[in-house]
């Protein structure tokens, strides 16, 4: 069994930074090997990508989170955090970790996000 589990989310004013984490336990012995990811989604709104890093090579991001966000993976520990800045409101939403492999594919429950004044 293997369980994600998000924390960091909560209510911060646009222009503030948030610090997301998540943490893998289980048989998580196979992670080193295993793509790491966050996903958002906002309510009435298909889940999206905010940022993933893999194996090798560099973080992708998507287009909203490059400049702003940071995601960086702790392979010893199985960890995984997003460094959130410059938050706006379209920022609002439940951010989920995501481990995926070839075959295997973890989903952490989430953590809401909301950027309001």
Avoid at 30 to 39: E, T, V
Avoid at 87 to 92: A, C, I, K, V, Y
């Amino acid at each position: 069994q293997v369980q994600l589990v998000e924390s960091g989310g909560g209510l911060v004013q646009p222009g503030g930074s948030l610090r997301l984490s998540c943490v893998a336990s289980g048989s998580t012995s196979n992670f080193a090997g295993m793509g790491w990811a966050w996903y958002r989604q906002a309510p009435e709104k298909e889940r999206e990508l905010v940022a993933r890093i893999g194996i090798t090579g560099p973080p992708l991001y998507n287009h909203f989170a490059k400049g702003r966000f940071t995601i960086s993976r702790d392979t010893a520990n199985s960890t995984l955090d997003l460094q959130m800045n410059n938050l706006r409101p379209d920022d609002s939403a439940v951010y989920y970790c995501n481990v995926y492999g070839r075959v295997d594919d973890y989903w952490g429950q989430g953590t809401q996000v909301t950027v309001s004044s």
